[in-house]
């Protein structure tokens, strides 16, 4: 007697005789209910997403800025610079700071 080939489609691989098994987001389901682990599975496929990316911090440094931008971000920036001096050196300098931000606002 001939022991009978199992049948495949046409480029599917032939069964093993493996047993199937639930998926591993499947078993979770049954373990936590279905509310808890829909959450977590949605919770892995963010951090899955956002293990991609650098945090945006990284990617504020890399700012372009437009030409007609410059002058106000060098405004900015001093504006900056005269509340750390006045913060180290305990000095007021209010004034100076409201005269740079009034520059700012005009442009």
């Not at 977590?40 to 496929?45: F, H, L, P, S």
């Not at 900056?80 to 005009?106: F, P």
């Amino acid at each position: 007697m001939q022991a009978l080939k199992p049948r495949t489609v046409a480029g599917a691989p032939a069964s093993r005789g493996a047993p199937c098994r639930p998926a591993p987001r499947a078993v979770a389901s049954r373990a936590l209910g279905g509310k808890e682990a829909a959450l977590a599975g949605g919770k892995e496929w963010i951090q899955s997403i956002l293990s991609r990316f650098g945090p945006a911090t990284d990617r504020a440094q890399n700012i372009t800025t437009l030409e007609f931008e410059k002058p106000l971000l060098e405004l900015d920036k001093r504006i900056k610079e005269v509340r750390k001096v006045a913060e180290e050196n305990g000095v007021d300098v209010s004034s100076q700071v409201a005269e740079l931000e009034t520059r700012a606002q005009q442009r």
